[in-house]
């Protein structure tokens, strides 16, 4: 059951978000970040498989209504404004994303972003690790956070680091560089038949990346972040979005994704800067959207054009309500929202 609308939670709960925005703020104005407060409405978003935008028509005075889309992200602005020399920049806001709805989803959700030009993925880590402590002390007034199921975690700590394939023949038994090997040879199917031949339950034209997420959804996920937060490096290059690869090891790209509590927090990458390749994999995402019958998107030209002028970048979107939760030891996304999204 929703909650239900009590003053006292409400006050609360917006004096807990007061309190995070400014910790927030604090800790980059510290490192001279500038905050930017980028367009909702745009002509058309990054394009993944399983990220479906809000479409809107828009009355601009002729004929016909011109159709845009709430921001998914605010990542196009962001590398748009690298390319034209910004540093160091970060937005803190809300962005929409259809069909998602549940105790860790909501259409309509907050986003901490920003991008460090020249930065590493260690920089964002590093600043990760800094933000959740402040944020914990100005919540909570201490970096031990008590979790759900009531175990203790202390964001003092570094962050645990763990590389994807280790974590895959930990708590999976697959051996996931050799599925990465037969699949450069050309076995696309590799991964697919090795859970099938194990028994798992697959839809009839499931992919890898089908079997990808449901492997880390049931075997890694629950494993990890315990104590401390834990970063997952090393993603397969399948998986690699607007992520490098790594150029000592093309099986992998640059990307890495923090959880903790049973829950993904952030997602970050070493940025792509080839145009070319960025619009391949545009190309391949609309493929895959047409295979699973969901909407045509547009591809956003200028945002390809400008990623040539991009210099060298390291970028994280960090799930702001969902790291609300942790620190507050909350289980719904409901919890830390003034009005839940059916309520709004």
């Keep these: 059951m929703r909650i239900q609308n009590n003053p006292n939670r409400i006050l609360d ?47 601009l005075g002729s004929h016909e209504n011109v159709e845009r889309y709430l ?50 993925l260690d920089d964002l880590i590093k600043d990760c690790e800094n933000l959740f402590a402040l944020m914990a002390k100005a919540l909570i007034g201490q970096t031990q956070i008590t979790l759900i199921d009531q175990s203790i975690m202390d964001l003092s700590k570094p962050f ?8 895959w023949q930990q708590y999976a038994a697959i051996d996931l560089r050799s599925i990465l090997i037969k699949m450069k040879d050309g076995h ?20 890898f990346e089908d079997v990808f997420h449901h492997i880390m959804m049931t075997k890694i996920e629950p494993m990890i972040g315990t104590d401390r937060p834990c970063v997952i490096l090393k993603w397969p290059v399948q998986m690699a979005a607007l ?12 990307r890495f994704e923090i959880y903790a509590g049973q829950m993904e927090l952030a997602n970050a990458f070493q940025e792509l800067i080839d145009p ?28 390809i054009t400008d990623l040539a002028y991009m210099p060298n970048a390291a970028g994280i979107a960090v799930g702001f309500d969902r790291l609300l939760m942790l620190i507050l030891g909350k289980t719904s996304i409901d919890h830390v929202l003034a009005f839940p999204w059916l309520k709004n």
């Design 13 to 59: 709960c917006i004096q807990k978000r007061h309190l995070a925005f400014a910790a927030i703020r604090q800790y980059f104005s510290s490192q001279d970040f500038i905050e930017i407060d980028s367009s909702q409405l745009i002509k058309a978003n990054c394009i993944e498989t399983h990220i479906d935008p809000i479409a809107v028509k828009v009355n």
């Design 71 to 120: 921001h998914t992200s605010p990542e196009i602005y962001h590398k748009r404004l690298l390319s034209y020399g910004a540093q160091k920049i970060y937005q803190l806001g809300h962005v929409f994303r259809n069909g998602e709805l549940g105790r860790l989803h909501s259409p309509e959700f907050t986003l901490l972003e920003w991008y460090r030009a020249h930065g590493s």
């Design 160 to 167: 645990e680091k763990r590389d994807m394939c280790d974590l």
């Design 188 to 207: 696309d199917l590799a991964l697919v038949e090795l859970v099938r031949k194990n028994g798992m339950p697959l839809r009839e034209n499931a992919t």
């Design 243 to 254: 992520a490098k690869p790594c150029e000592d090891d093309l099986l992998f790209a640059e």
């Design 276 to 303: 070319a390749e960025q619009l391949r994999r545009f190309q391949a995402d609309l493929l895959e959207r047409s295979k699973l019958g969901k909407k045509d998107l547009p591809i956003h030209e200028e945002f």
